[in-house]
């Protein structure tokens, strides 16, 4: 690594590092740093666990314990200046032992975690805000294979050569170097992803076609996307029959469908889930300071819109957040329980029908403004 002079227009080498003369330690150093700041590791994670030992009939102990923006579990290693050869072993037994972990033993490992930092935090909210999923009952965690991170200055050919047939055989693992530096009393740390190479980190994805058809089979296998499709199928069988609304909408796995309102960044939109069905216009048109002044201009109209439509709107500026919404709710409802389909049915197809009707006019005059 080198420091540019700019006066002198040359380039100054800066002092190459081991942690061990330095002083750094494993657990109070390196852990540290990357549970604070995991663009250590060249992604965004949630760190849920440190030294977890949660594991049945052991007392061994994993280093860090995250979840991705999939939801999926990573099992973090960290070494110093040297790999070690066991690293290897000792992270693929803790995927196995993560592997069973369920979504309440996740969330309640989490709130240990957060009680120990001496936090107030709700772990599920948390982890809501995290994977930007509203509902936790919709989160899933851990529903495919664990992941793998390892950290170290130096890793030993062992090491790398397992790691790639690991990762040759859909085994999801990342290898990180970490290099210190030290200039005028200063420590750089400098991280480097070796496996997979970066720029090949696509194609070894797209190569593994067997894998991720099986991936893609086991999705639609789920029966939680099954039920999302047939209920959104009947769903749209019902208003289709009545509106236009949503003829170019097809049934989603996901637990909401949307449908165009006309003005780009504005969806109406159906939601259910074990809890509730609700619909919504959606205003996220990408900058926040425009979405709430959308919301402003349309809260103007709000008696006027709420005596047309015939009941109350659950209007949400949402200032913490990008996006606003106005919602109408139907509460204590699951779509997981096909006895309730017909009201939940009812609901969503005729109110929607009357929801848009009273805001097509409002929203021509707003953008006309």
């Not at 110093?80 to 996740?106: E, F, H, P, R």
């Not at 029959?241 to 969806?267: M, Q, R």
């Not at 069905?277 to 809260?299: H, M, S, T, V």
Request: proline fraction near 1%; hydrophobic fraction near 35%; charged fraction near 35%.
């Amino acid at each position: 690594m080198f420091l540019i002079d700019k006066e002198k227009n040359e380039a100054i080498s800066i002092s190459k590092k081991t942690f061990q003369e330095l002083e750094f330690k494993e657990r109070k150093h390196l852990q540290e740093w990357i549970s604070k700041n995991t663009d250590i590791l060249g992604e965004r994670l949630l760190i849920i666990q440190k030294e977890f030992a949660g594991f049945d009939d052991t007392k061994e102990r994993l280093d860090l314990l995250a979840l991705d923006e999939n939801g999926n579990l990573v099992i973090i290693e960290n070494k110093l200046d040297d790999s070690g050869k066991d690293v290897v072993w000792q992270s693929l037994k803790y995927a196995s032992y993560c592997s069973s972990l369920t979504k309440n033993d996740i969330k309640d490992i989490f709130q240990k975690y957060i009680d120990s930092q001496g936090k107030n935090d709700h772990s599920e909210k948390l982890i809501c805000d995290f994977l930007d999923i509203e509902d936790f009952s919709e989160v899933e965690l851990n529903s495919d294979d664990q992941r793998i991170i390892m950290i170290a200055a130096n890793f030993r050919k062992e090491v790398t050569s397992t790691a790639m047939w690991l990762l040759d055989h859909n085994i999801k693992i990342k290898c990180i170097k970490v290099t210190p530096y030290e200039l005028s009393g200063q420590i750089l740390l400098d991280t480097e992803q070796i496996i997979p190479i970066i720029d090949a980190e696509d194609y070894l994805i797209k190569i593994a076609n067997k894998k991720q058809e099986e991936i893609i089979n086991r999705e639609k296998k789920q029966t939680r996307h099954t039920v999302r499709i047939d209920f959104w199928t009947q769903v749209l069988q019902e208003i289709n029959e009545k509106s236009d609304l949503y003829k170019n909408v097809s049934p989603s796995k996901d637990n909401w469908l949307s449908c165009g309102s006309g003005y780009t960044g504005l969806a109406y939109s159906f939601v259910v889930t074990g809890n509730y069905a609700r619909i919504e216009l959606w205003i996220n048109k990408g900058a926040q300071e425009e979405n709430k002044e959308i919301f402003d201009n349309i809260y103007t109209y709000k008696d006027k819109l709420e005596s047309s439509f015939g009941d109350k709107f659950d209007w949400q500026r949402r200032d913490d957040g990008k996006a606003s919404r106005i919602a109408y709710w139907l509460r204590d409802v699951n779509v997981f329980n096909e006895e309730d389909w017909p009201e939940m049915i009812n609901f969503l197809t005729s109110n929607m029908i009357k929801f848009e009707k009273s805001m097509k006019g409002i929203l021509k005059e707003v953008f006309q403004k």
